[in-house]
């Protein structure tokens, strides 16, 4: 059976290329706001640089307590995660490495001189989802036009389940995030309305607010992953759609030239059916 995997160069490339563009991409969502705010505080009084660093964004992201700044650590995980599964989607699901141009005309040459073994060598010398398609179907023509759809059938499912696999995991995160942010977000209203029972009521609306808007901040953060996700994982989810459709429809027209000769084909059976008599 042929195996399509990359290379571990390849695997390692598109690993730091993600990660790298998600380092920087992180200093700068959240390390510039801070730079700016300290920038702008040189000029001023120590109680004002105090305040503005108060109201930086790192401090927010991270003012739920405890549990909200687990959260946060986790949701931070699952986007590094996400933005990872999407590059690596967008640079496997291409349709000249699935389907390269050339092969399926080069095998339905081969296919119609009845030279199976040089098919079946040019599909083995090729790796890709079509070739292991066509080399399925090769691998079953000695049984008849009924073995070979079957077996080109099962191996569509199966290249359709392989490039599903990691697709799914982008459907788990955009599931995901947004139910933690919320379990974030309300266990820090929990927090903030005990602290108002305790103080007796004596608790001022700022300080109510400030543990508000404190819980929120995990709701956000996991919309903010979620939306990109579930958004990338429709995309792909149509794009594999089109590509086994694709793939169907070409292993179909190579094996044309040699569909009508083998036994059980439509033409092959249609010949032998007796119609019925004529009624009188």
């Known amino acids: 059976m042929i195996k399509f995997r990359s290379s571990e160069s390849t695997v390692y490339l598109r690993w730091a290329a993600t990660m790298s563009t998600t380092f920087f991409a992180f200093l700068a969502v959240f390390c510039l706001p801070d730079c700016a705010f300290a920038q ?30 687990g959260i946060m650590v986790v949701l931070i995980a699952l986007s590094i995660i996400a933005v990872y599964l999407i590059f690596d989607q967008w640079l496997t699901l291409r349709r000249k490495d699935l389907i390269p141009a050339a092969l399926n005309e080069n095998v339905k040459q081969l296919l119609s001189q009845g030279k199976l073994k040089d ?29 070979v759809e079957k077996s080109i059938e099962d191996a569509l499912a199966e290249q359709a389940a392989r490039m599903y696999r990691k697709l799914e995991y982008l459907s788990v995160i ?11 977000t309300v266990a820090g209203m929990i927090v903030a309305f005990r602290e108002v029972a305790l103080s007796q009521g004596t608790a001022g609306a700022g300080q109510l607010a400030s ?24 995309v ?26 083998l036994p059980g084909s439509a033409s092959g059976t249609r010949a032998s059916v007796v119609p019925p008599p004529r009624i009188q």
């Not at 009084?45 to 991270?62: R, T």
């Not at 543990?211 to 990109?228: F, K, Q």
């Not at 792909?236 to 169907?248: K, L, T, V």
């Open 119 to 147: 098919a079946d060598s040019l599909c083995r010398s090729q790796p890709s989802p079509m070739s292991y398609v066509l080399a399925s179907g090769i691998a079953e023509i000695e049984y008849g036009w009924p073995a």
């Open 174 to 184: 955009g599931n995901l995030a947004p139910m933690l942010g919320l379990l974030g």
């Open 211 to 234: 543990g508000i808007y404190s819980a929120l901040v995990t709701t956000v953060a996991g919309l903010l992953i979620a939306i990109p996700a579930l958004g990338a994982f429709a």
């Open 40 to 69: 702008g505080s040189v000029s001023t009084p120590v109680a004002g640089a105090k305040e503005v660093q108060e109201e930086s964004l790192i401090n927010i992201i991270f003012s739920g307590g405890p549990l909200g700044i």
């Open 236 to 261: 792909f989810r149509n794009r594999i759609d089109e590509i086994i459709s694709e793939m169907a429809t070409s292993a179909q027209s190579v094996f044309a030239p040699i569909r009508r000769r």
